[in-house]
């Protein structure tokens, strides 16, 4: 539901009802998601309904709560459907992310709702267990070898 | 549309809402990757009933689904929207743990005694059912002494309700409920091109000669009544001997246009803390992480309630245009 994700992908096991923590390969992982295509029916008086400036939001929760609070990145205005975190994740940490678009619609600001996979919760507020999901990798073992 | 007499004192409709059940489902369905090894039959029953209510509970908010035009029309007909947030208690809902040795026997037995039946309802074998029901009180005499094993001490269980009713009183104390509205407030003007007032706040200017509250448009001008009711908070998980359990706040949203007291939309939604924990590891620390989590609903809520009704374009996923 929302914004097709294409990176990290979606998986499912077949009994569960959410989607897996994809294990992803750095801890600045590239997030990539389908662009916004959506055709709208124009206002009786006009030709054509106008879609203007997209950009899109992307977020991501640990999924474990602290004191230092859930949300660890956020990025609006985003122009492209890619994006490359500028920090670094935790190791071996689980967290969630979804994505939106924001766009104008004859002169209107509106967004898409948040990207869901997995059993939908689209009352729960964000984030919720059907957000997308990955893991980052365990922290490498630096122990010297003798 | 539904017309209303009154928006400040009309009743609350205890209409059929599926969050709560919803929430309790996909609660007991996430219990089962946990617990999957030390609580393999419970997490059988979890799953099934968690499948049965979902496929009757499945919800989407009605504003994903409205035709856009039809949504748009009821955005374009406000401009300043009033905020408010009833004051009554909302109701509370634990899930304990079975307590103590006596209380692990019973909840043991009751689990025990409907897991048979529960899967020969669901098998596709002919008079699963019948079966399940033959096979039944094997299944309590299993469940009740598995339970008298598993238990939590009595003590330990009424030593975390102590803690977390002294949390509970400390999140009363805290004022959520002017947090919440402010909340509301600040995001409503921030993200769109509406004006969001509190209620209570310009109705007190409009009424007061000596007008302290010059920031206030009078009630008048006001169009539209945001009116939130927190429904239910509490501590929800599957029925086991000692289900992990998670934070959960429920409220009912409704938009109503003051110049008829009509509801123009209304919602169920739920922020739910998204982290399962045993209910006494709830209460380590004075509890404090459930206060946590009760305050990040605040901003949690103020967003979905903003988002879906006043910005999200209803679009259908499913369509052509979506790859």
């Known amino acids: 539901m929302g914004l097709y994700p294409d990176n990290p992908p979606v998986a499912k096991k077949w009994l569960s009802l959410q989607t897996d923590f994809i294990q992803v390969d750095t801890l600045k992982p590239t997030f990539r998601w389908h662009p916004l295509a959506i055709r709208v029916e124009p206002p009786k008086d006009q030709d054509s309904a106008r879609i203007d400036n997209i950009t899109y939001e992307l977020r991501i929760w640990r999924t474990v709560s602290s004191d230092e609070g859930k949300l660890v990145y956020r990025r609006r205005q985003l122009t492209t459907t890619e994006h490359r975190l500028e920090h670094a994740l935790e190791y071996g940490t689980r967290y969630y992310w979804s994505v939106r678009a924001h766009f104008d619609i004859d002169g209107k600001t509106r967004t898409t709702e948040w990207t869901l996979a997995g059993y939908l919760l689209r009352s729960d507020s964000v984030p919720n267990d059907s957000c997308l999901r990955f893991k980052t990798p365990d922290r490498p073992n630096t122990m010297p070898k003798f | 549309m539904r017309a209303i007499k009154s928006p400040d004192i009309r009743p609350d409709r205890s209409v059929c809402r599926n969050g709560v059940q919803l929430s309790d489902a996909r609660r007991n369905a996430d219990t089962i990757c946990q617990n999957c090894f030390k609580q393999a039959p419970l997490v059988l029953t979890a799953w099934l009933v968690a499948v049965l209510v979902m496929a009757g509970c499945a919800q989407t908010p009605a504003i994903y ?8 029309a009821i955005r374009s007909e406000i401009s300043t929207i009033g905020v408010y947030i009833s004051p009554e208690p909302p109701e509370t809902e634990v899930m304990l743990p079975a307590k103590g040795v006596w209380g692990g026997f019973k909840r043991g037995i009751v689990v025990g005694a409907s897991l048979p039946i529960m899967i020969g309802f669901a098998s596709p074998i002919p008079g699963g059912t019948f079966l399940g029901i033959l096979v039944s009180p094997f299944g309590a005499i299993i469940g009740g002494i598995y339970g008298i094993f598993t238990a939590v001490p009595a003590e330990e269980v009424e030593h975390s309700e102590v803690i977390l009713s002294i949390a509970a009183e ?44 010059r920031s206030y448009p009078p009630q008048a001008s006001i169009d539209a009544l945001l009116r939130i009711q927190v429904k239910k908070v509490g501590l929800l998980g599957s029925y086991s001997i000692d289900p992990p359990t998670d934070t959960f706040v ?26 399962e924990r045993p209910y006494q590891d709830w209460a380590d620390q004075g509890g404090t992480d459930v206060i946590h989590e009760f305050r990040d609903c605040v901003p949690e809520l103020s967003e979905k309630i903003i988002d879906d009704f006043f910005m999200v374009y209803p679009i259908n996923w499913n369509d052509d245009f979506h790859n």
């Open chain 2, 65 to 72: 689904t409205m035709q856009p035009e039809a949504l748009e």
């Open chain 2, 170 to 213: 400390k999140i009363r104390e805290s004022k959520l409920r002017d947090a919440f509205i402010r909340n509301l407030i600040d995001m409503g003007n921030t993200t769109t091109e509406l004006t969001f007032v509190d209620w209570q706040e310009s109705r007190a200017s409009s009424h007061s000669y000596n007008n302290t509250h």
């Open chain 2, 250 to 275: 429920q409220i009912h949203v409704e938009l109503i246009r003051l110049k008829d007291d009509t509801i123009l939309l209304d919602e169920d939604f739920t922020c739910a803390s998204g982290e």
